[in-house]
């Protein structure tokens, strides 16, 4: 069992920064990806970021591109989403995602534990 513990979350000012963070319980945290996901009210969970088990790859959604960047600390057990140029459009409810495979994957499905969310919000 793997428990996900999102912080980091709030309100800013569109062009403002943000960096959430993702605590996860158990061991072995660096033989598995990791990624966040948001889901804005009204609308599908999609995904932002994913990172490999080493950090040695990442990948992002084209909307957060060039303004978001993912990083874990396997020391700390720790995933990371470091928020730039933040937009009204990116407010919603994020959350992160543990997979046992050993790079991310870009749709829902095939992620084993999630966390319970942390709201951002920008305001415009």
């Known amino acids: 069992q793997v428990q996900l513990v999102e912080s980091g979350g709030g309100l800013v000012q569109a062009g403002g920064s943000l960096r959430l963070s993702c605590r996860a319980s158990g061991r072995a945290f660096s033989t598995y990806a990791m990624a966040w996901f948001r889901q804005a009210p009204g609308k599908d969970r999609e995904f932002v970021a994913g990172?490999?088990?080493?950090?040695?790859?990442?990948g992002y959604a084209d909307s957060v591109k060039g303004r978001f960047t993912i990083s874990r600390d396997n020391a700390e057990n720790t995933v990371y989403l470091q928020m730039n140029s933040l937009k009204p459009e990116d407010t919603a409810v994020y959350y992160c995602?543990?997979?046992?495979?050993?790079?991310?994957?870009?749709?829902?499905?095939?992620?084993?534990?999630w966390g319970q969310g942390t709201q951002v919000t920008v305001s415009s």
């Open positions: 995602a543990h997979t046992y495979r050993s790079t991310y994957l870009r749709t829902n499905g095939g992620y084993d534990y």
């Open positions: 990172i490999s088990r080493s950090g040695g790859g990442t």
